[in-house]
């Protein structure tokens, strides 16, 4: 349930929130594609350490470090797994200890810079907005509203499976008992719960909705639209630099390991 | 015996739930819990079963702490029926629906059939045996919820606003019950909103607000207090507030903490005897 708890959305003013998603999306794709293109641990942690003004300004500092340690477990994993493999794979010969894991620390802050960038993304972005994006981006509104339907019931459900848990707990369920195999099997008497709630809370949606007139008129509009402010122009501007200067960086300079600079 | 002392609980969100709760529940007592909407009287019984571990200050079942015993060990003890039963219905049949428990538990093949039989027909089910707990109206399914739970015949029970979405009909059979297990020697606790339900029962009553307890007794005492419920925001029962609108009768003692009708009745009709 942690990393869910990085994700939820909760409804405050700030610069970045304010932010036209469009352009924020373009952003977390520049990030993205930055922390594919390199493998050295320096410009790793650069990205890692250069997004967090953006947390402070959004303040969402609390629920960013809730997300991190909710996914921490798989940035412990992706580390043991490169070490693992790394040393196995060179036969040990591939580079000095020091060198392999500076190799497995990159890899995993290439994980946890898509954590953090995702994480103030969807902190930032309320669900309404993020349809709203997608609608002026073209995609039809009944996709639009699947979409954002679904997102907004991720912390309900979160909540709910929680509830399950307890109530099948004061029964005697042990989820961490058995081998792996059971405690798979221990699962089932909080997922079929949660599925029959989650099928019928959306067949009481849909009756909700056709009550309401879902659909009635073919040509909507909308309340709210959204509109590129300069701040956004900005930031789209960044981004691209941001982009750029990565790729002509990782094409044309030769990026000093952390450990020579260390050692030298 | 459950012994809470001084309890607070803080949910990792941060909404501080609980303040600083110390009461005793003894053995045999029958408590009902009551208060205003996010008072915190969730949080408080999911301590009593060790779903949820005090932040500070201790809760002791049978002198046993809960931070040192698992949910399994302490719900043997303390039965805890939720609010919405399709939060735990899973099964095929309420057959196995109430067998689940039991497994769990490690009971052996003949004690489980005895306990389901027994446990099926207290509670008027037993022609739903094998049919699937889906397939029951909601007043049905509470039942096999609450049948699932007695059926391990825990010393303790707790119920979570057992009378909500109940007829006038269930509500009577579920307060005739549940007057019924406490007669036999089981704590029972309920938490609810239900003042009249409360006031026909006359448990012992805990009022919380803001996550302390405002008030602690008899309910004939706390239930007409007007400025006690009001802040647990609740209603007083009907009964009390005909009888304290009724010019004249403020003085009157006797009156000034009746809560049910039938107290009421047979006082008013006495007086109304002595008038002439
Ligand atoms: N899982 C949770 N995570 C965070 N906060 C919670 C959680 N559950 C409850 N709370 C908060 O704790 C406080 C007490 O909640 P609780 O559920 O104990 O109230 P309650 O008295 O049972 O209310 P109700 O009458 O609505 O059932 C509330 O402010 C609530 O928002
Ligand atoms: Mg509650």
Redesign the pocket.
């Known amino acids: 349930m942690n990393m869910f708890d990085g994700f939820r959305f909760r409804r405050v003013s700030s610069p970045i929130h304010d932010m036209d998603p469009r352009v924020k999306f373009l952003y977390v794709l520049v990030i993205f594609a930055a922390a594919v293109l390199f493998d050295q641990l320096l410009p790793l942690l650069v990205l890692f350490v250069a997004q967090m003004p953006l947390i402070l300004v959004a303040g969402v500092k609390r629920e960013c470090m809730r997300s991190m340690r909710g996914s921490s477990l798989f940035a412990v994993i992706i580390f043991a797994t490169n070490m693992l493999s790394l040393y196995l794979y060179s036969g040990g010969g591939y580079g000095s200890i020091p060198s392999i894991i500076e190799r497995s620390l990159a890899m995993t802050f290439r994980f946890m810079v898509l954590v953090e960038s995702f994480s103030i993304f969807f902190l930032t972005t309320s669900p309404d907005h993020l349809g709203l994006a997608l609608e002026q981006s073209g995609v039809p509104f009944d996709l639009c509203f699947a979409f954002t339907t679904a997102i907004r019931f991720v912390p309900v459900m979160a909540?709910e499976a929680?509830t399950i848990i307890d109530a099948q707990k004061a029964r005697g369920l042990e989820l961490e008992r058995g081998n792996f195999i059971r405690r798979v099997k221990n699962y089932v008497p909080v997922l079929i719960p949660l599925l029959v709630n989650s099928i019928r809370r959306s067949l009481e949606l849909a009756e909700a909705m056709e009550s309401r007139a879902w659909g009635a008129s073919p040509k909507r509009t909308n309340l709210y639209v959204l509109k590129m402010k300069r701040s956004d122009y900005y930031m789209i501007i960044t981004s691209l630099i941001i982009l750029v200067l990565a790729a002509y960086i990782r094409l044309y300079i030769s990026i000093p390991s952390i450990y020579e600079l260390l050692s030298a | 015996m459950i012994e809470v002392e001084d309890l607070y609980f803080t949910?990792p969100?941060g909404?501080e739930?609980l303040r600083g709760i110390t009461l005793t529940i003894r053995d045999g007592e029958f408590v009902a819990i009551m208060?205003q909407?996010?008072?915190?009287?969730?949080?408080?019984v999911k301590h009593f079963n060790g779903l949820l571990k005090p932040t500070k200050g201790s809760v002791k079942i049978d002198g046993v702490d809960t931070t040192k015993a698992s949910v399994a060990e302490l719900a043997r003890k303390v039965g805890f029926v939720f609010q919405n039963p399709d939060h735990q219905l899973f099964c095929e049949t309420v057959e196995d629906e109430i067998s689940f428990a039991l497994k769990n538990f490690g009971f052996d093949e003949d004690a489980i059939k005895d306990r389901v039989d027994w446990a099926l027909n207290l509670l008027d089910l037993t022609r739903y045996r094998n049919i699937s707990p889906f397939m029951l109206s909601g007043g049905e399914r509470k039942r096999v919820a609450l049948a699932s739970v007695l059926a391990w015949d825990p010393k303790i029970l707790i119920l979570d606003e057992p009378t909500i979405g109940q007829d006038y009909e269930q509500k009577e059979r579920l307060r005739n019950f549940i007057v019924q297990l406490n007669a036999q020697g089981k704590t029972v606790i309920i938490?609810t909103?239900d003042i009249e339900f409360v006031a026909e029962c006359k448990p012992r009553v805990i009022l919380?607000a803001e996550g302390r307890v405002i008030a602690d007794g008899d309910p004939h005492e706390i239930l007409t207090n007007p400025n006690l419920v009001s802040k647990a925001s609740l209603i007083l029962p009907e009964t009390t507030r005909i009888l304290l609108g009724l010019r004249g009768m403020e003085q009157s003692g006797r009156l000034a903490r009746v809560i049910d009708v039938y107290e009421a009745g047979r006082i008013l009709t006495a007086m109304l005897r002595d008038q002439g």
Do not use: F, I, R
């Open positions: 909540e929680q | 949910y969100s909404v739930a208060g909407n996010g008072a915190g009287k969730t949080t408080l938490v909103h919380m």
